[in-house]
């Protein structure tokens, strides 16, 4: 299977999204996704009963495409993002390595 980037991701995204949506529209389909999550998690832990049709694979697939494609058209590179943001989280509290750091480490 092919190996996916943000960036690409995002480029897919946005241009799928190049008209008609807006960053609220997203986010509330956003939202509507993490109470799907919710409900498989509780299916899953015993808490509801499992109906068997949810997934919880799926559900996160579309969180994460709703969160990058609000990202997307706003402009946002996730990746410097992520990177910019785990190092100041690895700063806060005194973590390492850094995603920066760990990623150089993998590719070395």
Known sequence: MKQLTFHELQNYLALKYTE????????????????????VLNQLEGRKANTGTASLEKELVDVIHYA???????????TEAIITKDKQAALKYNQSP???EYLKLQRE
């Open 20 to 39: 008609g949506r807006t960053s609220s529209s997203l986010f509330m389909k956003l939202v509507e996704e993490i109470g799907e999550v919710a409900e």
């Open 68 to 78: 990058v494609a609000i990202a997307s058209i706003n402009q946002i590179d996730l």
């Open 98 to 100: 850094n995603l920066e």
